[in-house]
């Protein structure tokens, strides 16, 4: 994770720092953008257009196959009518004569039925009254059953049912002669008494499956597609897989399409190991509830669609590399003379400020030289004026210094003295003079405009100490620091002004009331820094209080306000909150108010990384 985000900075900072980079981007986004939504609103297209079409055709071919089917079964169904239609037959079936020449016009009906078409296989005949059972296969009738239980199929109240595939069986009759079972469906028909519904016997055709499948086969691809023809019920007459015959699938699209009252339509679908469109037509009659379904998976939907978008991407390809090339020699091309013109920038960045920029051109670029070339000729110009005027400056400062007492003398004068004063046994006096030395090393020390929170502290207790004298031990420091504050890098003589501000307006050594300040540092939950000083004196009143608010906010936003305080300690506060602003930019802020039961206290708010980390942060903006 740490590598892949080191890369996406990496990439990221060459485009925010090459114009080449982007103007390459710019223009490979221009030509690939375009061709890759083309690509895209083509394929959407294409895929609609083609799903619509490939299903109006397969509505169209079940509607033929939905027929086909129809008169299949109509004609089994026309030749079942025999019992009724055949006048001899119909008359053995109501006698129940079982004579001679009955079984002969029986012989004669039965085998006109199982030639009607060569997918019937055998037919069953029982006839009730009689309770005599004939079986028709192969031009041989049989007529004595193996057993006394004769075969009687469940139709309930139904006239005609149809019996989902199964394997064939003998209805109980010994076998003659070797015959090849095979996998059949089942007409059987109630006989009935007209116009009464006395039941006379059952007629039971058995058809094989093969003329079936060549007309469902005829309607799919068998190798990419599937088929099913389903009963109301959901046992499958017809499928993909012969060993789904006469079973009834747990799958979710099976019921699904069986609850749909349409007679016709389509649905997508996305479960049981498929994915595609299911287009279904639904053949109903008077002893017939089916629904033909065809599934056509999105790999064949939308083959058409992804030959296609290959075609356009493989011309997408080959227009990328042509614009690759085209575009890395026009930004090449364009970016040259900025790139030249940086070479320049940065001879004259390494001291040499007499650098020949020569870019004899007449465009822009060539426009911008020029004036670049006349800017440094008027830098030049100027720096020879600044160091004149820096070498008088630096002569006049000279003169200056000399006539300053050097504060090392100061710092020495000051050791005499106090060890004069230790040896005429004075100690309070050394000490304070110990004070005054290190508050003036501290300030008179010009090569440090910075320096950690522990150090100004340090100055701070000489600075309170001194005035503990002066108001006879009536003053008391308190110092609540954190640890990890004090190597904190804060302007010099930060603290001091705020200290000094409650001894000037806010201590009263008349009031009869300890002096206390309270000095604390800590971290927030955002890791800045907060420093804080309190005092027990006087505020400076609501008044006071927010007219000292409103300059602190004018002087954050760098607007000059010193020229509109003239007292009341506002000074010296817009003094650090300035130098802070200076130092940390805008991570830096003070906050002021008034506590009670009564004091002031002021709160600095300044980043936990240093100045270092500061400037860096700035650099990089």
């Not at 007459?237 to 389509?266: C, F, H, M, T």
């Not at 320049?344 to 822009?364: C, H, S, T």
């Not at 007219?547 to 954050?556: F, K, V």
């Not at 607007?559 to 830096?588: C, H, M, P, Q, W």
Request: hydrophobic content about 40%; some cysteine; proline content about 4%.
């Amino acid at each position: 994770m740490v590598e892949d985000s080191c890369e996406s900075e990496l990439i990221l900072s060459l485009f925010r720092t090459s114009i080449r980079n982007k103007l390459i981007a710019f223009l490979l986004a221009a030509v690939i953008v375009p061709l890759s939504t083309s690509i895209f609103l083509t394929y959407w297209y294409t895929k609609r257009t083609i799903t619509q079409e490939r299903i109006g055709v397969t509505s169209a071919l079940l509607v033929q196959g939905r027929e086909n089917i129809r008169h299949y079964m109509d004609t089994i169904h026309q030749t079942t009518l025999a019992v009724y239609n055949d006048a001899k037959l119909n008359a053995n079936i109501e006698t129940g004569a079982t004579d001679y020449l009955s079984d002969k016009e029986t012989y004669r009906a039965l085998m006109h039925m199982a030639n009607v078409m060569p997918d019937i296989y055998q037919v069953y005949l029982y006839v009730e009254l009689a309770k005599q059972p004939y079986l028709m296969i192969n031009a041989l009738l049989k007529r004595v059953p193996e057993s006394a239980q004769t075969f009687r199929p469940e139709l309930g109240k139904a006239e005609v049912a149809v019996q989902p595939p199964h394997r064939s069986h003998d209805y109980g009759f010994a076998p003659t002669a070797y015959i090849e079972p095979a996998t059949v469906m089942t007409m059987h028909r109630s006989i009935r008494r007209v116009p009464l519904t006395e039941e006379l016997g059952i007629l039971s055709v058995d058809i094989n499956m093969q003329g079936l499948r060549a007309m469902a086969e005829s309607l799919y691809d068998t190798k990419r597609e599937q088929l099913y023809i389903l009963d109301s019920s959901g046992y499958v007459i017809y499928g993909p897989d012969e060993k789904l015959w006469g079973n009834r699938p747990e799958e979710g699209w099976v019921s699904d399409l069986l609850a749909r009252p349409e007679q016709v339509g389509s649905v997508f679908w996305d479960g049981d190991g498929f994915k595609g469109v299911q287009v279904y037509d639904k053949l109903k009659t008077n002893y017939l509830d089916w629904t033909i379904v065809k599934r056509i998976p999105d790999e064949v939907l939308y083959k058409q669609a992804r030959d296609l978008t290959r075609i356009n991407t493989f011309v997408l390809a080959a227009f990328s590399l042509l614009s690759i090339v085209v575009t890395v020699g026009v930004a090449f091309l364009f970016t040259a003379p900025i790139k030249r013109l940086i070479g320049y920038i940065g001879a004259i960045q390494k001291g040499n400020m007499n650098v020949d920029i020569d870019m004899k051109r007449k465009d822009e670029f060539g426009l911008l030289a020029a004036r670049f070339r006349s800017m440094m000729q008027h830098i030049n110009n100027l720096i020879v004026k600044e160091y004149r005027l820096e070498l008088a400056n630096r002569t006049n400062q000279l003169k200056a210094l000399q006539a300053q007492i050097n504060p090392h003398f100061l710092y020495n004068a000051l050791q005499s003295i106090g060890t004069l004063a230790l040896q005429m046994n004075a100690p309070n006096i050394y000490k304070l003079i110990s004070s005054l030395g290190k508050m003036m090393r501290y300030s008179m020390n010009t090569a440090e405009t910075s320096v950690p929170l522990a150090k100004e502290i340090d100055h701070i207790r000489s600075y309170v100490e001194l005035q503990r004298s002066r108001f006879d031990e009536k003053v008391a420091l308190t110092l609540e620091l954190d640890e990890g504050t004090l190597y904190a890098e804060l302007p010099k003589m930060t603290l001091q002004p705020i200290v000094e501000n409650y001894f000037k307006h806010g201590f009263d050594p008349a009031s009869g009331t300890e002096g206390a300040v309270v000095i604390r540092s800590g971290f927030t939950e955002d890791g800045l820094i907060t420093i804080s000083v309190e005092d027990n004196g006087k505020g400076p009143g609501p008044d006071r209080l927010n007219e000292m608010r409103q300059l602190l906010r004018r002087a954050g936003k760098g607007i000059d306000t010193e020229s509109e305080e003239a007292d009341g300690g506002g000074i010296g506060l817009l003094n650090v909150l300035s130098r802070l602003k200076l130092f940390y930019g805008n991570k830096a802020d003070m906050h002021i108010e008034e506590t009670k039961p009564h004091g002031f206290k002021v709160t600095m708010t300044i980043p936990a990384e240093g100045k270092e980390a500061q400037d860096e942060s700035t650099n990089r903006g």
